[in-house]
């Protein structure tokens, strides 16, 4: 069965830095699109970020030029460098397939706050 793990999570203040990451296990990793999305209190999850098997990348608005998603397929590992970041950032965090979701993992916490 394949387990999402995703860390990397912490409280910083307006203008910092975070880097999440999310490990995946029990997939053929390298073959599918992988994502990172956010929730809220009181919001829908959303997609924040997603990456091609091939590495192409795209990004919600709001996330554009202060976000970057990477992956290390050798590692069937997805990253998520945030920078800049605001307190409407504040979220937990999950990594998922692109498509064809797997089973939510707990997530990771990010709080922005001064």
């Known amino acids: 069965q394949v387990q999402l793990v995703e860390s990397g999570g912490g409280k910083v203040q307006p203008g910092e830095s975070l880097r999440l990451s999310c490990a995946a296990s029990?997939?053929?990793?390298?073959?599918?699109?992988m994502a990172w999305y956010r929730q809220a209190p009181g919001k829908q999850r959303e997609l924040v970020a997603s990456?091609?098997?091939?590495?192409?990348?795209n990004y919600a608005d709001s996330v554009k030029g202060r976000f970057t998603i990477s992956r290390d397929n050798a590692k069937s590992t997805v990253y998520l460098q945030m920078n800049s970041l605001k307190p409407e950032d504040t979220a937990v965090y999950y990594c998922?397939?692109?498509?064809?979701?797997?089973?939510w993992g707990r997530g990771t916490q990010v709080t922005i706050s001064s």
């Open positions: 990456i091609t098997q091939y590495g192409g990348t």
């Open positions: 029990g997939s053929i990793f390298r073959l599918y699109a």
């Open positions: 998922n397939r692109a498509q064809t979701l797997l089973p």
